[in-house]
Nanobody, 119 residues
Framework: VQLQASGGGLVQPGGSLTLSCAAS????????MGWYRQAPGKQRELVVS???????NYTDSVKGRFAIFRDNAKNTVYLQMNSLKPEDTSVYYCNAHGSNWYGGDFDSWGQGTLVTVSS
């Protein structure tokens, strides 16, 4: 299963950006999906996750500013980012867990998309 992330770019502080991540391949079912980020010199951290029942888990620093949505028909997850701050600058990675048509499980990562918040 492959994940293709898109939507990163340069945005001014206070601005908004939407990331998307589409899964493709031998997907039987996607359970959890999520977004992680990794800033230079720092470890990768969870930004937000969403279950198949739309239960979300946001890291404290983005609560009230970011929102995650998933379109199960398109196997796609979105991250709406508002009120962006310079400290949100990172490479953002999407992740998905699920099962494939061959009876196995998958844990796939997207290629990463750079978000730069700067004036």
């Amino acid at each position: 299963v492959q994940l293709q992330a898109s939507g990163g770019g340069l945005v001014q502080p206070g601005g908004s950006l939407t990331l998307s991540c589409a899964a493709s391949g031998s997907i039987f079912e996607i359970n959890d999906m999520g977004w992680y980020r990794q800033a230079p010199g720092k470890q990768r951290e969870l930004v937000v996750s969403i279950t198949s029942a739309d239960i979300t888990n946001y890291t404290d620093s983005v609560k009230g500013r970011f929102a995650i949505f998933r379109d199960n028909a398109k196997n796609t997850v979105y991250l709406q980012m508002n009120s962006l701050k310079p400290e949100d600058t990172s490479v953002y990675y999407c992740n998905a867990h699920g099962s494939n048509w061959y009876g196995g499980d998958f844990d796939s990562w997207g290629q990463g998309t750079l978000v730069t918040v700067s004036s």
